[in-house]
């Protein structure tokens, strides 16, 4: 089957993508944002209430084992999802903000004291930065920041024509009060991928725990956090197909049997008394409360749809998009692309485009993002009027503030790819922006 039958294939399980809006055929472009859920995933969520729902962990009767089977399946499917060694180190979380300031809290509870210091990178979303921020405000933590150049690379991944992208420009930030290291693996924004595999070795060097931020690559491209040997990894079910409400965060287990509980209640407990309580074994010390545990038996399926295209399928496809979509766009006057450019986007082969750099890095290419601005037309208008051709885009700081201060600019307009688009999508979308362009 030639690939655009298969993805059109692949579309009849999204209904939602055959809706009109605005009496126009639906254009959805902000995968980034959050995906549209397969048929399968939403069958599954509606069986499992109508018929198992039961709380987990607790009941002894049949419908609450059946629940807690689901949800410790799902358990086991994600750890084979990211290749992690045990299902003890994989903590369920409402999502990647909750991942993250899971570990911000804990970590710096435990392990920082006033002055140490956290690095992260010029283009982290606000969810990794701002948990680091509030232990700033009440531990005294200190939060640097890697820089990026002009192009949207992070400076220690940085290609140029004197030297290898390396990372061990890193060193240079890294001090004796570094305690922690936490980046983006890719921007929501510019869609860089980052060479954290190069940061976590450097980091390791010096005994620093790295946490990768996976929101941008879990649904993109196959995630191994042994062959990463990451410390921790944090993504969203909402972003790759899954339900809303569940998220993950990989812990080592060394360092999640270090770090103290995130919240308490129930779930999360050995033994309470007035006196003393002593805390469940791995997970179930960070997972307090009634788990979402409809949305982990819905991240199973969504595991499993992916896994039936998989990931070789929807690297390719998604990379040809972006490099489809930066082609066409650049034939647009007065279009500035921002982020890494077309140079490092892998063709549909897998390799990259011809450069004219030396030995640009498959760990810098591009992924499924494009972020631009035409002109001086604000992108905020440039995404309304998109939206009444039916086209769906994201507009504005993308939730990376110190990234637009870096760029110098208030926003983008934003556009996502999933596996479901095609590029007859995107010549709407290129269509739409030069009829807005014209406009102005
Ligand atoms: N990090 C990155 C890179 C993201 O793109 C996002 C979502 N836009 C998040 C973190 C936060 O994810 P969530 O809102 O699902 O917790």
């Known amino acids: 089957m030639e690939l655009c039958d298969y993805i059109n294939k692949v579309r009849e399980d999204f209904p939602i993508l055959s809706r009109e809006v605005y009496g126009k055929p639906l254009v959805y472009l902000d995968n980034a944002a959050t995906t549209q859920k397969p048929l399968c995933v939403l069958d599954a969520m509606r069986d499992e209430y109508l018929n198992v729902n039961a709380n987990v962990h607790r009941g002894v009767h049949y ?40 570990v911000a809290s804990s970590f710096c509870e435990s392990q920082m004291q006033p002055g140490d210091e956290v690095i992260v990178t010029e283009m982290e979303h606000h969810s990794n930065i701002v ?20 192009d949207g690379r992070l400076v220690c991944s940085s290609t140029s024509e004197a030297a290898e992208p390396s990372g061990d420009d890193i060193e240079t930030y890294i001090t004796e009060r570094t305690k922690i290291i936490s980046v983006a693996h890719v921007s929501n924004v510019l869609g ?31 995630v191994d956090v042994q062959a990463m040997d990451c410390d921790f990894f944090a993504f969203s079910g909402h972003k790759m197909y899954g339900p809303t409400g569940i998220g993950v965060l990989y812990g080592k287990e060394d360092w999640l049997e270090k770090l103290p509980p995130y919240q308490g209640g129930g779930e999360m407990i050995d033994k309470v008394t007035w006196e003393k309580t002593t805390f469940e074994r791995l997970p179930f010390k960070f997972e307090a409360g009634t788990p979402d545990y409809v949305a982990t038996h819905g991240l199973t399926k969504a595991i499993e749809y992916i896994d039936s295209i998989g990931f070789d399928m929807i690297q390719a496809h998604e ?13 647009i006057p007065d279009m500035h692309i921002y982020g890494p450019q077309l140079s490092t986007v892998r063709s549909a082969k897998g390799r990259l485009l011809p450069t004219g750099r030396k030995n640009c890095q498959l760990s810098t290419v591009k992924d499924a993002v494009v972020s631009f601005n035409v002109g001086n037309i604000h ?34 307009v934003r556009a996502s790819f999933a596996l479901y688009n095609t590029k007859q999508e995107i010549d709407i979308l290129v269509a739409g922006i030069r009829r807005v362009a014209q406009m102005f």
């Open 63 to 102: 419908l609450s084992q059946q629940a807690t089977d689901l949800h410790e399946a799902a358990r086991e499917k994600v750890r084979g999802f990211i290749n992690a060694g045990k299902i003890e180190e994989i903590v369920f979380t409402r999502g990647t903000t909750e991942a993250i300031n899971l």
């Open 131 to 150: 948990p680091w921020q509030l232990q700033a405000m009440k531990r005294g933590i200190v939060v640097k920041h890697l820089p990026i150049t002009d």
């Open 379 to 412: 992108h905020l208008d440039m995404g309304t009027l998109l939206d009444r051709l039916g086209i769906a885009v994201r507009t504005g700081q993308h939730c990376a503030q110190p990234l637009m201060d870096r760029l110098g600019i208030s926003g983008t």
């Open 319 to 331: 990379q040809e998009l972006t490099r489809y979509c930066m082609e066409q766009l650049m034939t």
């Open 192 to 222: 860089t991928v980052n060479p954290v595999e190069e940061i976590i070795k450097t980091a390791h060097k010096h005994g620093i725990p790295v946490l990768v931020d996976g929101a941008q690559s879990a649904p993109h491209f196959k």
